[in-house]
């Protein structure tokens, strides 16, 4: 596992087994120590989760320092041979009310989960939020995500065997949808109603089926990794509101040959975007040839072309 960095700021946390009593330790760094000293069973990374990552709002460390956290969480929890699902394995779910973190993770007979919608007369309260780590590992298939969801936490759905996902809202105003939400989807073809309006880190990397998925109009960053490694992908199509795409994000997609960027706004190119993607045509709008040229990659300069029709 590779050295993670953190930064320090306010908020650390004084240690008594110091040499000094006024050494500082940054809190991530003391949290980290303790998850990687959690027993190799379930019962301690839950544990560990309750006490250390369920409570972001109260964290005296960043958002930066719990998204690594979390990855390293991640990776131990799929290091387990048994997660030990907190409910009985079950083949079909429907009505589900609750979304609990590792409510179902880790369920080998579980395909589909139908969550309650609380826009429907008679169905009581529905499913606001699905939580970190709730369908983890686990074989479902085919879910359905109601309009009253907004949020999708992180890792949720990562390495189930989803084949597609329609987040496609009616009444729904907003959805956040956390990183590595679907992570190692090996089955997922195509995502629809995609309307978060960041993909956040590694949300999508390792779906090496994907093929197919509708973002936002609105959608202003694509984080770290978002697609690495999505075997699958042929084509992109950036929306005019587009600022960010982060390092890595398409990294290793090994069939993307054409990118296409609707706007003049991207602000920030990180590094390796596009590494491993034999990209031979990137189309943008008439004009702005010159200002591409500038932001991307030297080696992508002889394959831009402008066009006034980027549809």
């Not at 069939?255 to 993607?277: A, M, P, Q």
């Amino acid at each position: 596992m590779k050295t993670k960095k953190f930064t320090t700021h306010a908020g650390c946390v004084k240690t008594e087994n110091r040499q000094s009593v006024d050494l500082e330790l940054n809190p991530a760094l003391v949290k980290l120590e303790m998850l990687n000293k959690c027993a190799g069973n379930f019962t301690s990374l839950q544990k560990y989760y309750k006490e250390n990552l369920a409570d972001f709002e109260n964290s005296v460390i960043s958002p930066e320092e719990i998204w690594i956290l979390q990855e390293v969480f991640y990776e131990k929890l799929m290091a387990l041979e048994e997660l030990n699902p907190l409910k009985e394995d079950v083949e079909q779910a429907y009505e589900v009310k609750d979304v609990a973190p590792f409510s179902y993770m880790g369920m080998k007979s579980l395909k589909e989960v139908e969550l309650a919608d609380d826009f429907v007369p008679g169905h009581g309260y529905g499913v606001k939020q699905v939580l970190p780590f709730s369908f983890t590992k686990s074989s479902l298939e085919k879910i359905s995500v109601p309009d009253c969801c907004d949020f999708i936490g992180a890792f949720a759905f990562a390495g189930t065997n989803l084949k597609e996902i329609d987040l496609t809202p009616i009444n729904r105003t907003g959805l956040i949808v956390q990183q590595g939400a679907f992570m190692d989807c090996k089955f997922l073809v195509s995502v629809l109603g995609m309307h978060d309006l960041d993909i956040d880190r590694r949300e999508f990397e390792g779906c090496i089926s994907l093929a197919e998925i509708e973002v936002s109009d609105d959608l202003f960053k694509i984080s770290n990794r978002a697609f690495k490694g999505c075997k699958s992908l042929t084509h992109f199509v950036f929306p005019e509101s587009l600022l960010e795409l982060d390092d890595e994000a398409f990294a290793g997609c090994s069939k993307l040959e054409r990118v296409i960027f609707l706007g003049s706004s991207l602000e920030l190119f990180g590094n390796d975007v596009f590494t491993g993607c034999p990209i031979n045509e990137v189309i943008v709008p008439e004009g702005y040839r010159e200002f591409y040229e500038g932001i991307l990659p030297s080696s992508l300069a002889s394959v831009i072309v402008e066009s006034n029709d980027n549809q």
